[in-house]
């Protein structure tokens, strides 16, 4: 078996991709994100390098798409991708309340707009993935269809499954990916909707009725909703964490990990050189970072309790953001991660440049960083089993 993960150098977006080879079947292709900062040409210019030519039209060549979130730098090279998916495709986003979408931001409806466009002409139904406060979800197997009515939500069109939920498939039971959202929006709603109540004294029946809604009522609803998110749309982003099933036998000497980097070997010293890169946390533009008095906000001390679920040391992790000041910090980089870090920025990108290349707290982490940028060549990271 082989893994083989691609950080594909798209300057300020984003664009990974992970290949299963396993004897006796088809590649297994997931992808994470598919945007960049030149209204997707980039990743345009690396899709076929990196899925290959379309060979069987009732075969997906992308079995897996995670859409971090909705912001143009991350899902505006997905029309490029629409020759490579098909019905077979599943696809995870953040949770997004269908009903109340109108009053977003109007860069956030627009992305889900666009989204939700490409997979209707694929004949996709997206899978939401929303927060969950307690619990250990049931596994997803991709080899199961999902029926009419399964994971049914009252409050979206699309099936929805709870963060933490670990996808698998069972035909080959050797790797998982487990999406995380951080973002409470069934809290943020109920808080929304009693807000409406107080100012407006509006009926349930009115307030379940979008459709009922006049754009003048939408214009009132988006001042209101604005009081009450405190939230940007980064802090929906889907974290993603990309492991093998087989965790009991993670470090064992029968492994071997290696890093190829530009096309060379390049030996990792930091750590068990069995552990090296197994484990893969993907985090969008999430915020991972403590506030001034040392604290980490709650959303964060609750994807640690869930990602030990899983697993007690992690490979690699992607800096959020872009590299972001705002969104990690040294403490946030040194919790669970065992060996490096990767984080795409652009070249003109200057002041998460700045933070990355001179930040001394970055600078006294002993972690390897990649810098993927948009004149390097794709880091490749393979592991042989």
Same mark, same amino acid.
Request: net charge neutral; with cysteine.
């Given at each position: 078996m082989r893994h083989t993960r691609t950080f594909y150098p798209v300057g300020h977006g984003a664009f990974f991709v992970e290949a299963l080879d396993y004897e006796g079947y088809s590649p297994f292709i997931t992808v994470y994100d598919c945007g960049d900062s030149a209204k997707g040409t980039l990743v345009q210019n690396y899709a076929e390098k990196a899925l290959g030519r379309k060979e069987d039209e009732n075969r997906a060549i992308i079995?897996?798409? #995670?859409?971090?979130?909705?912001?143009?730098?991350?899902? /505006?090279?997905?029309?490029?991708? @629409?020759?490579?998916?098909?019905? /077979?495709?599943?696809?995870?986003?953040? #949770?997004?309340?269908?009903?109340? @979408?109108d009053i977003y931001k109007r860069s956030k409806r627009d992305g889900i707009a666009s989204v939700i466009r490409v997979l209707l002409e694929k004949r996709i139904?997206?899978?939401?993935?929303?927060?969950?406060e307690e619990?250990?979800?049931?596994?997803?197997?991709?080899? @199961?269809?999902?029926?009419? $009515?399964?994971?049914?939500? /009252?409050?979206s069109?699309?099936? =929805?499954?709870?963060?933490?939920?670990?996808?698998?498939?069972?035909? #080959?039971?050797?790797?998982?990916?487990?999406?995380?959202?951080?973002?409470?929006?069934?809290k943020l709603f109920h808080d929304f909707r009693a807000k409406i109540k107080a100012s407006k004294n509006w009926s349930e029946a009115k307030l379940n009725n979008p459709e009922t809604w006049t754009e003048d009522e939408i214009?009132?609803?988006?001042?209101?909703?604005?009081?009450?998110?405190?939230?940007?749309?980064?802090?929906?982003?889907?974290? %993603?964490?990309? &492991?093998?099933?087989?965790?009991?036998?993670? #470090?064992?000497?029968?492994?071997?990990?290696?890093?190829?980097?530009? $096309?060379?070997? %390049?030996? !990792?010293?930091? *750590?068990h050189p069995t552990a090296v890169v197994a484990s893969s946390l993907y985090t969008g533009d999430t915020v +991972?970072?403590?506030?001034?008095?040392? @604290?980490?906000?709650?959303?964060?001390?609750? +994807?640690?309790?869930?990602?030990?679920?899983?697993?007690?040391?992690?490979?690699? &992790?992607?800096?959020?953001?872009?590299?972001?000041?705002?969104?990690?910090?040294? =403490?946030?980089?040194?919790? *669970?991660?065992? !060996?490096?870090?990767? !984080?795409?920025?652009?070249?003109?990108?200057?002041? /998460?440049?700045t933070f990355l290349l001179n930040s001394t707290s970055i600078k006294s982490i002993w972690k390897d960083i990649f810098h993927v940028t948009e004149n390097i060549s794709p880091i490749v990271i393979s592991l042989v089993y």
């Amino acid at each position: 078996m082989r893994h083989t993960r691609t950080f594909y150098p798209v300057g300020h977006g984003a664009f990974f991709v992970e290949a299963l080879d396993y004897e006796g079947y088809s590649p297994f292709i997931t992808v994470y994100d598919c945007g960049d900062s030149a209204k997707g040409t980039l990743v345009q210019n690396y899709a076929e390098k990196a899925l290959g030519r379309k060979e069987d039209e009732n075969r997906a060549i992308i079995d897996v798409l #995670f859409i971090s979130h909705f912001d143009s730098d991350h899902i /505006n090279g997905l029309k490029h991708l @629409k020759p490579y998916i098909t019905q /077979n495709t599943h696809v995870f986003l953040p #949770f997004f309340d269908d009903k109340y @979408k109108d009053i977003y931001k109007r860069s956030k409806r627009d992305g889900i707009a666009s989204v939700i466009r490409v997979l209707l002409e694929k004949r996709i139904k997206p899978i939401l993935v929303r927060y969950q406060e307690e619990g250990q979800p049931e596994d997803f197997d991709l080899d @199961k269809p999902l029926a009419d $009515g399964d994971h049914a939500s /009252n409050d979206s069109p699309y099936p =929805v499954i709870p963060s933490g939920t670990p996808i698998i498939k069972s035909t #080959f039971d050797i790797w998982k990916y487990v999406p995380y959202n951080l973002f409470n929006e069934a809290k943020l709603f109920h808080d929304f909707r009693a807000k409406i109540k107080a100012s407006k004294n509006w009926s349930e029946a009115k307030l379940n009725n979008p459709e009922t809604w006049t754009e003048d009522e939408i214009r009132e609803l988006r001042q209101i909703y604005s009081t009450i998110s405190t939230y940007s749309i980064n802090v929906n982003s889907l974290l %993603v964490l990309s &492991m093998p099933t087989f965790t009991e036998y993670m #470090f064992i000497d029968e492994l071997s990990g290696e890093y190829i980097q530009k $096309g060379y070997l %390049v030996e !990792c010293n930091r *750590c068990h050189p069995t552990a090296v890169v197994a484990s893969s946390l993907y985090t969008g533009d999430t915020v +991972l970072k403590r506030n001034s008095q040392g @604290k980490y906000n709650q959303a964060y001390i609750h +994807l640690l309790a869930r990602l030990r679920l899983q697993t007690n040391r992690i490979g690699l &992790m992607q800096i959020p953001h872009h590299g972001s000041s705002n969104n990690i910090n040294i =403490v946030t980089l040194s919790d *669970c991660i065992s !060996c490096a870090l990767f !984080c795409n920025y652009g070249t003109n990108d200057v002041g /998460n440049k700045t933070f990355l290349l001179n930040s001394t707290s970055i600078k006294s982490i002993w972690k390897d960083i990649f810098h993927v940028t948009e004149n390097i060549s794709p880091i490749v990271i393979s592991l042989v089993y």
